[in-house]
């Protein structure tokens, strides 16, 4: 691969970050540049393991992988987006916005929008690419964009009030929705 076919890869690959981001950005009070930067980091560092862990699998036991890592991705970005949902619906949601999101609940997120990232590591196994080369510019194109989507949704957070959160959790399903589409496109 052409380091300009790698630095595609790796912006196509942060584009579900990207969107997921600016949901989590609209659901908190005024996240500040720190708050964005943290959450970027950890979406960068899993979305740069991911392909290295795929392309690992992939030369090893590809069909497996690749027959349900869009099932995967679907059922964990579908749960947290309910759960979003299901908040908003709540009593919670009409409490003031939280200024940070938890490690945990970043790194779910960050892992359930990186599985494409797997499923493209499994692939990369089978051509002439520098793994660690394609891993780290996928890991950085995802931090930042994660870095700048949390900022958008600084932006456009106020303006959507109290459903953030909602429409949040919808972005994160559609995500999953999107995934599991586009696989299901590719066989038939």
């Known amino acids: 691969m052409t380091l300009v076919s790698i630095i595609l890869l790796a912006f196509a690959m942060a ?3 990207f969107a997921a981001a600016i949901g989590k950005g609209a659901a908190l009070y005024r996240p500040r540049l720190t708050e ?8 960068g560092v899993i979305e740069a393991i991911t392909p ?3 392309w690992a699998l992939g030369r090893a036991a590809s069909s497996y992988i690749t027959a349900w890592d869009h099932w995967i991705a679907f059922g964990l970005l579908t749960v947290l987006g309910l759960r979003m949902i299901l908040k908003f619906s709540s009593d919670q949601a009409h409490e003031d916005k939280p200024q940070s ?6 790194a779910v997120t960050g892992f359930a929008t990186s599985i494409d990232a797997m499923a493209v590591g499994v692939g990369l196994a089978f051509v002439n690419v520098n793994i660690m080369l394609a891993a780290g510019a996928i890991g950085l194109a995802t931090t930042l964009m994660v870095t700048l989507g949390v900022m958008i949704g600084r932006l456009v957070g ?5 459903w953030s959160e909602a429409i949040g959790g919808v972005i994160l399903i559609g995500i999953g929705v999107i995934i599991v589409v586009e696989h299901l496109q590719l066989l038939g």
């Open 158 to 162: 106020p303006a959507l009030g109290r």
């Open 36 to 43: 964005a930067i943290k959450t970027g980091l950890i979406f």
């Open 101 to 106: 999101h938890s490690f945990w609940n970043l």
């Open 52 to 54: 290295a862990v795929g």
């Open 15 to 17: 584009t579900d970050a």
